[in-house]
């Protein structure tokens, strides 16, 4: 699975949002590896990712790991005998998807995959792949914050920029 600089841009513009939070076990290794993708592909940016950045205390996009995983010795991960389990999926994506309606929004957290240690990878593109699609996560138009996509009225137009053109009128 390949990315375009477009798509990866704009995943980079969503982890900078600090909406992702990855557990102890994945945090460090999908740093190095989202910012070994970041510079192959040249994307411009003015700072680079950070431990804090994936560590979200109001998440929207969470993964985690049940078990430590070992990044940087992919080859190794067969002696890990849990790994060699078809079945066992330790490692889950989870997005949450809010919606408008009534007087409050609404917040569902849906499973987006589990899976194995040696998938690890493949997680991390469709981790990825979640941030940059625009069904989760959309600019504002107005003020260019990235925002859930259930923050954006049918204009685009996020509630804190909705709520200050209200004021303003
Ligand atoms: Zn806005």
Not at 9 to 33: H, K, W
Not at 116 to 145: M, Q, W
């Amino acid at each position: 699975m390949t990315f375009s600089k477009k798509q990866l841009a704009r995943a980079y513009d969503v982890l900078i949002q600090g909406v992702v939070c990855l557990d102890d076990n994945l945090r460090q290794g999908v740093l190095v590896y989202i910012e070994s993708l970041l510079l192959e592909q040249g994307i411009q940016r003015d700072k680079y990712l950070s431990l804090e950045d994936l560590h979200s205390h109001y998440p929207y996009v969470c993964m985690g790991s049940y078990m430590p995983i070992d990044f940087f010795n992919a080859d190794n991960l067969g002696l890990i005998t849990a790994c060699n389990d078809e079945n066992f999926k330790p490692i889950s994506l989870k997005v949450c998807t809010v919606l408008q309606g009534g007087h409050k929004p609404v917040h569902r957290w849906h499973t987006v995959g589990t899976y194995r240690c040696d998938d690890i990878i493949s997680a991390i593109h469709v981790l990825l792949e979640t941030l940059s699609n625009g069904a989760y996560f959309n600019p504002c138009k107005t003020c260019n914050t990235i925002r859930p996509a259930g923050y954006l009225d049918d204009e685009q137009v996020c509630g804190c920029c909705h709520d200050g053109l209200l004021g303003v009128a």
